[in-house]
């Protein structure tokens, strides 16, 4: 059966809402006709008349105004996504996301399960009660091995290694990276006691100095505070949200 009326078209179980009698490609026409498909041309709105004061979709989904229902939209099975995605409100999610392309979040996230990334960068801090490592076990099959960041009351970087001469060049970068006012070196010497002591420093080199006709073969372990983020606020009133440190 068919009927038309006032640019309302319906013929075969196909409904279609437009100024002329057209139907998209995606429902097919004559023999590839999608039964019990409908195309509507114009801005759609479900539910209570009031719920929009404009139209701003191509679909307008509101509440129900007639019966008491609990959800605007409730999809069973897969949504597949393209474009931009504006949402206001909360969003209650069961089950998995899969998401090819970029994320970009302005608000925060809690995640009470665990967050797993192959890799991952922030532009910002990384606030966390404990910051560890979790591997499988380089050496004794069945086990894992983690090792958790060590804490201090600044931002710090250090280099370390070997010396055999009177100067450890330190690496180029620390010379705008560091405060040389911050850098403190520990010395260990390898062998014998050597009487090393660190002559002086700045921003590219610690120069050292030993007794006696012995040549310098010691282990070093240089820390400096850096200078390109403000300088850590220990202590301070409030909640995590409150900190001071948020670079």
């Known amino acids: 059966m068919a009927f038309a009326f ?4 319906a013929y075969g179980g196909q409904l279609i809402v437009a100024a002329k ?8 026409v004559g023999e590839q006709k999608i039964d019990h498909s409908a195309f509507i041309q114009g801005p759609l709105q479900v539910g ?15 509440k129900n105004g007639t019966v008491d229902t609990p959800n605007s939209l409730f999809v069973k099975g897969k949504i597949t996504h ?5 949402q206001t409100g909360n969003k209650t999610q069961r089950g998995n996301t899969n998401q090819t ?7 925060n996230i809690t995640i009470s399960g665990t967050m797993k990334s192959g890799f991952a960068t922030w532009s910002s801090s990384i606030v966390a009660t404990t910051k560890l490592f979790d591997i499988k076990h380089p050496n004794k099959d069945g086990y894992r091995l983690a090792h958790s960041c060590l804490e201090g009351p600044e931002h710090a970087v250090y280099y370390r290694g070997r010396a055999t001469k009177n100067i450890i060049p330190l690496p180029l970068y620390w010379k ?15 062998g014998v006691h050597q009487n090393i002591i660190v002559k002086r420093l700045d921003a590219e080199n610690i120069y050292l100095q030993n007794q006696g006709a012995l040549p310098i073969n010691c282990f070093f372990h240089v820390f400096g505070q850096r200078i390109d983020i403000k300088r850590l606020q220990v202590e301070y009133e409030g909640d995590v949200e409150d900190s001071p440190n948020n670079i």
């Open 21 to 28: 009698k057209i139907v998209p490609k995606a429902l097919g």
């Open 48 to 62: 209570e008349d009031g719920q929009f004061s404009s139209a701003d979709a191509t679909v307008m989904i509101g």
């Open 176 to 190: 705008d990276l560091v405060d040389p006012a911050s850098i403190t070196v520990s010395i260990t010497p390898i």
């Open 101 to 107: 392309g970029n994320i970009d979040l302005k608000g």
């Open 82 to 86: 393209e474009g931009d995605h504006d």
């Open 6 to 9: 006032d640019e309302i078209f």
